[in-house]
Each structure stands twice: as C-alpha cells, then as structure tokens.
C-alpha cells in the first residue's frame, strides 16, 4: 500500500534506528501527551540528534502516524477473523484489553492532532480508511457490516476517551456479561477472555 509519507529506510541500522524512534515516541506520546511532546524531547529521550529524527519523519505529526500504524499493525497481526465472527464477546473484550490502552490514547491524541495537523489528519485518514476496508471485509457475512463498522470505530474511540479521561476499564468478567445482555449475544456464542 503506498502511503502518504516516504517509504521507510531499507538498511537494517536504519530500520533499526526507525524502530527505536517509533518505541521511544510512543513512550513519550502516552506518558505526556503529544501536544506538549517535542521532537527534540523524543531526540533525548532516544539518545539521538533532533536531525536524525528528520532523517526518518518528516514531521512530529507523521511521527505520531508511523506510531499509530505500526502498533495497530502489531495487534491487527493477532486478529482472528473467523473468531471474531463465530465468537464476538472475544471481540468485544478488545475494547477494554488493557494491552491496547496505550494505543487507544495515541489515537485519541491523534484525532485531537488532526483537527489542526495536515500530517496527521492525512496519515490518520489513510490509516482508517484501510482498515475500515479491512474490518468490512471481515464482516461481510454479518448484516448491514458498516453499521456493524460503526459501532466498533464508535466503541473504540469511545473506550479510548473514557481511558484519557483517567476513567478505568470495568472488570472484564462484568464486560461480557454486560455486552452481552446489550447485544443479545446467546450463550453459546460467548466466550470468556
């Protein structure tokens, strides 16, 4: 898929170098906030030069969206499809899955980001409009699979502002069970996390 950003370094100490950026990015991003993040705290907080961020990212807002990227491409490498169908309560557990809180606040940032970032509203748009394509064609045994679409974009991002907020995920006991009185997903289909 080409992006709208340049296509990573090919040479394994700059993929390397790439790769630590992005960890060390992310980092700072969750624990601080990228609007008050700077390249040149991610270039200490890295042990690099603010230049060799640069010759990575041509922004810090396309830094976020490489963020973003490769961590929903890490999960997303994890999906099981069929699962998700035949068994949705495990799909449902993902919202709350403490493994992606620090996603889920990146994306919130991001969607901040966007309103005022030209990078980030097009990496952001790019990166959706993909995976939405994706997610659909996973759903198209489901009826209606863009409402279906709709209500995981809008439980996501959802989950993802109550965590900014400082607001803990319920129990994932009580989860289930909740989301599956409000769906009326039977028994049979659900399964614990």
Known sequence: MSSVFADPPLTPKAEATR??????AA???VERGYA??????????????KGAIYG???SKGQLLVEVIRTQLAE??????AQAAVERPMETFFQFIN????????????????ARHDPDVAAGVAEI??????????????????????YVINALSAGVGVQEAHGRPAPDPELWSKTVA??????KSSRQAP
């Open 181 to 186: 009185r409000m769906f009326g997903v039977t």
């Open 27 to 29: 980092e700072v991003f």
């Open 36 to 49: 008050a993040v700077s390249l040149r705290d991610i270039a200490v907080a890295a042990g690099v030069t």
């Open 128 to 149: 959706f409009s993909a995976r939405n394509t994706w997610i659909l064609d996973t759903l198209r045994r489901l009826d209606a699979p863009e409402v279906v679409l």
């Open 19 to 24: 790769a630590r950026l992005l960890e060390v």
């Open 75 to 80: 999960r997303d490498a994890q999906f099981d």
């Open 98 to 113: 403490p493994d992606s809180r620090h996603l889920r606040l990146l994306q919130i940032d991001a969607a901040a980001a």
């Open 56 to 58: 990575h990212f041509r």
